[in-house]
């Protein structure tokens, strides 16, 4: 299905033989995607027109990309100014580790 997403496999034309087959794994992955967010999100789809998956995944993909990259800018400053104070040992291990595992789930390394 990621080849209808980034549109290696494009909609084949309508009297192609293989054109339904495509409109149906495109159907499968469209309530994919609106199955995995919430209704703002959705609703923001439907404002931009998504009429496929891959318009769908590439507007979701430009509306957030802003969002990731200043979301990963605060956490990098957060870590690496980061400081026990405080804290007992085991919550500033803890704070710690949830800063670290934030910035491996949008996708950044904390190791140069």
């Not at 299905?1 to 149906?24: G, K, R, T």
């Not at 794994?25 to 789809?45: G, K």
């Not at 027109?49 to 430009?62: K, M, P, R, Y």
């Not at 956490?75 to 704070?95: A, I, S, T, V, W």
Request: proline share 2%.
């Amino acid at each position: 299905m990621l080849a209808i997403v980034d549109e290696f496999l494009p909609c084949p034309h309508l009297s192609n033989e293989s054109y339904d087959l495509w409109v149906q794994c495109d159907t499968t992955v469209q309530s994919w995607i609106n199955a995995t967010f919430y209704l703002i999100v959705l609703e923001t789809l439907l404002n931009h027109g998504c009429e496929t998956a891959s318009n769908a995944w590439n507007t979701l993909e430009c509306l957030f990309l802003d969002h990731v990259s200043s979301t990963m800018m605060h956490l990098k400053h957060r870590f690496q100014n980061f400081n026990k104070g405080d804290l007992k040992m085991e919550e500033y291990l803890q704070q710690l580790h949830s800063l670290a595992c934030f910035l491996i789930a949008i996708g950044k390394s904390i190791i140069r």
